[in-house]
């Protein structure tokens, strides 16, 4: 969501694993979210089990699309 802060993305898929990075998606004018972000995980299972667990769950009024980045 717009409101979607980068501790609020290491809380919800640090339980899985250690985190690397997190980038969140963000109008260059406003700040405002843009309605993507990006977990990197240190190891690639760790990545995989979150992806799996996350991927069509509710959050923050959304339901949330988690897959690998291209």
Do not use: C, P
Not at 34 to 46: I, L, R, Y
Request: aromatic fraction near 12%.
């Amino acid at each position: 969501s717009e409101d979607t802060q980068e501790n609020d993305l290491r809380e919800l898929f640090g339980a899985f694993g250690r985190i690397a990075r997190v980038y969140v998606g963000r109008d260059r004018e406003t700040g405002a979210g843009k309605g993507f972000a990006f977990v990197s995980f240190e190891e690639k299972a760790v990545a995989q089990r979150a992806m799996e667990k996350m991927h069509g769950r509710g959050y923050d009024n959304l339901i949330l699309s988690v897959q690998w980045s291209r």
